[in-house]
């Protein structure tokens, strides 16, 4: 069994939903164990076939977090990370792996991933601005 908890101000400390199963595991994700700017905490009770626990300790627990337009991996959306793309852009920074960067999802680094930084930063009619904001500290 798998029990999830969204950690951000208001949200409830009680189990949020679980699956019994790696084939309703998909089924009974929330919406909001992703929500951008917050941690969510997955945390797995493994069982036996009766029911016991096997282990219940507190490596058992994986926290995700997501923030938009954070392309430096520090927890913080600022200029940097729009320097950071163009640092990539214009062949002064090689990174290792480019999903950080890559803003848009499409599999490559390119001006259009610059224009969804700099949204991200500023926000637009449809996107918040993240420009100054900063994940909490890992719970």
Do not use: C
Request: hydrophobic letters at 30%; proline letters at 6%; a negative charge.
């Amino acid at each position: 069994m798998i029990n999830w908890r969204p950690r951000y101000a208001g949200a409830p400390d009680s189990t949020f939903g679980h699956a019994d199963g790696l084939g309703e595991a998909n089924k009974n994700l929330p919406d909001t164990s992703s929500s951008p700017g917050h941690w969510t905490t997955l945390i797995a009770n493994v069982e036996d076939l009766d029911g016991n626990a096997i282990r219940t300790d507190p490596h058992d627990r994986l926290d995700l977090a997501f923030l938009p337009g954070d392309a430096d991996a520090n927890r913080t959306v600022d200029t940097a990370d729009f320097s950071r793309i163009d640092y990539v852009l214009t062949a002064t920074y090689t990174p290792a792996d480019n999903t950080l960067h890559d803003q848009n999802r499409d599999s490559s680094i390119t001006t259009a991933d610059k224009t969804r930084e700099q949204a991200l930063l500023n926000g637009t009619k449809t996107t918040r601005a993240w420009n100054g904001y900063t994940l909490p500290a890992r719970p």
